[in-house]
């Protein structure tokens, strides 16, 4: 999961190009929120596997431990938060091989479960790349996720992707992704988040993953952010004298749109 | 620069994204396509109008192209013989899962949804929208190929200034589908197929919100005026006023046409993100201070009902319908 600007705060850029994160104006990406559902519901759909463990991770500076805090509340069981300096400026590529990292070396996990985008950089591509470092197939962009238990174990996905619906399955364990139509994330109650408070969540650094620093070298570099100018406000008409419909397709005839 | 630059192709005949793209990569290099299917007689022509000197079918022994990892490893393979220094998509969920793989195999820097493609100290580098279309960030890749995936309507698709014959051939590459991973089903929508534009890729979208209170008549009349795609919110599609597919937004599709025209929208931050990177946007509102209408570049303060049937009436007119 990813601890994101909130879309409502000012979201920009600092001089070097890394994306401004607060505390006060960040939180879990929404949809990571159907993500951890999702992982909750896996664990719900296969009795035999009730003890199985549900694990928060994420990537980030001091502030993104919120993201994991968010998750352990609606019922994970504990969090990983990795951090360290090295990562600053961490591409798709680095993101996906610390992650891979991570997933390694908290042993055999079943799933290994993402929101289909983060929406700061809407990139789309880390679970693509997370199940490339990890040798699994993915089951990517799912709108609908289900799970036929022993001994298959097999994990079936919907998705509405370029203008088809494709219906893709696979054995676990698998990456998966889901949309925020996949379920609907449960609400915390007191009692949750007051538990979530005791749970573990360990921090660490690329030396707890063995990953040497020349492992995590980005494959992209950042050369300019510009802020683009404010949109001038729109030139306003009014439908009181009902011209509104003529005045907007003159509109749109004079700039040549039609 | 005559370094050759492939382009991918996902599907026959050719997605008006696939022709911005091959605008953008005849200005890096020596243009080479490559297909995972076939491709037709008519399609090569177009190929050679825009540029392309080869067209390669690419086939693999061991694996059916249809998962992106397949696909992906069997691209960067192909790039790898061919000595390709980019390789070029358009931007669709398939395809930067496509793009991941290749980038993954090649070891190499990937930019995705950019706007545009230039070399940068021979990087390959890109420009891409941020923050709901508030911020511009130019990045380049730091490996010796990159890989990107470019978003639609970004550019305009314009032919080569001298079309060339494009040879056609075929180049068999290694990749693997993992083990079990299977595509059981795959239906095409019926608005791909019929006479409006799919969503994704239209040039025009009528976007409809929660302003219509269900009733879209109006928006379609509009959309079918101006051969336009029919969006909506995530408000409306849990409505279900309309299908999940027409979702405009963060998590849905998103748009960026040369017309956007939002009814009945007061304009969520999940919606503009997904439609922000339009070129020009309309606002139909009958609050004049909604988000959407202050980032209009045209907004009309009314009823969406009259405004959009009177609007349809006048475009059919000067069209001579």
């Known amino acids: 999961m990813k601890h994101v600007p909130e879309l409502e705060s000012a979201r920009g850029f600092s001089p070097e190009g890394r994306t401004v994160r607060t505390t006060e104006d960040g939180t879990l990406n929404e949809v990571d929120e159907n993500a951890v559902e999702a992982a909750l519901a896996l664990r719900e759909m296969s009795p035999e596997s009730s003890d199985a463990e549900v694990v928060a991770v994420t990537l980030g500076p001091a502030t993104a431990v919120d993201a994991v805090r968010r998750a352990l509340q609606m019922g994970a069981d504990r969090g990983v938060h990795i951090s360290d300096d090295a990562l600053t400026g961490a591409d798709y590529a680095t993101t996906a091989r610390v992650l891979a990292a991570a997933v390694r070396q908290l ?152 | ?30 243009v080479i396509a490559l297909s995972p299917a076939p491709v037709g007689e008519q399609t090569v022509q177009t190929l050679g109008h825009y540029g392309v000197s080869r067209v390669l079918h690419v086939t693999a022994d061991d694996a059916d192209l249809t998962a992106p990892a397949a696909v992906g490893q069997g691209v960067a393979d192909a790039a790898e013989e061919l000595r390709a220094t980019a390789v070029l998509l358009t931007s669709s969920f398939p395809t930067k899962e496509i793009a991941a793989h290749v980038a993954h195999r090649l070891a190499a820097g990937l930019l995705v949804d950019v706007g545009d493609l230039h070399w940068h100290e021979e990087r390959l580098a890109g420009t891409k929208r941020a923050f709901g279309g508030t911020w511009d960030t130019s990045c380049a890749v730091t490996t010796a190929r990159g890989v990107a995936t470019v978003r639609p309507h970004a550019v305009a698709a314009e032919p080569a200034r001298e079309p060339i014959t494009a040879e056609v051939g075929a180049i068999t590459v290694g990749a693997s589908t993992p083990t079990g991973l299977e595509l059981v089903d795959r239906q095409a929508h019926e608005s791909s197929t019929d006479e409006r534009p799919a969503l994704a890729e239209a040039a025009v979208v009528v976007a409809g919100g929660r302003g219509t209170f269900g009733d879209f008549d109006p928006v379609h009349e509009l959309a079918d005026a101006l051969g336009a795609a029919v969006g909506t919110t995530r408000d409306c599609v849990d409505e279900g006023w309309l299908p999940h597919d027409a979702q405009v937004g963060q998590t849905g599709v998103t748009v960026a046409p040369r017309l956007y025209i939002g009814a009945g929208i007061s304009g969520a931050p999940h919606h503009i993100g997904g439609m922000s990177a339009a070129r020009t946007i309309v606002a139909v509102n009958i609050d004049a201070e909604a988000p959407l209408v202050e980032m209009a570049d045209f907004a009309v303060v009314g009823d969406l009902a009259t405004v959009l049937t009177d609007a349809a009436e006048a475009i059919r007119e000067h069209r001579g319908l």
């Open chain 1, 107 to 258: 042993g055999a996990a079943d799933a290994v479960i993402t929101g289909m985008a983060a929406l700061d950089g809407l990139g789309a591509v880390v679970p693509s790349l997370l199940a490339a470092e990890l040798g699994l197939p993915q089951l990517t962009v799912a709108h609908e996720v289900t799970y036929t238990g022993p001994p298959d174990h097999m994990v079936t996905i919907t998705r509405d992707v370029a203008g088809a619906t494709e219906t893709w399955r696979a054995p676990l364990p698998a990456v998966i992704s889901v949309t925020d139509v996949a379920n609907s994330p449960r609400l915390p109650k007191m009692k949750e988040i007051l538990a979530a408070r005791t749970k573990e969540v360990a921090t660490l650094t690329l030396a707890d993953l063995d990953l040497p620093a020349d492992e995590v070298v980005p494959r992209t570099e950042v050369l300019s952010v510009n802020q683009r100018p404010p949109r001038e406000g729109p030139e306003l008409v009014t439908d009181d004298d009902g011209n509104g419909g003529r005045k907007l397709a003159e509109y749109l005839i004079s700039e040549g749109l039609i």
């Open chain 2, 1 to 30: 620069m005559t370094s050759p630059v492939i382009v991918y192709l996902d599907g026959d005949p050719l997605r008006s994204g696939v022709l911005e793209v091959l605008t953008l990569a005849r200005g890096l290099g020596d």
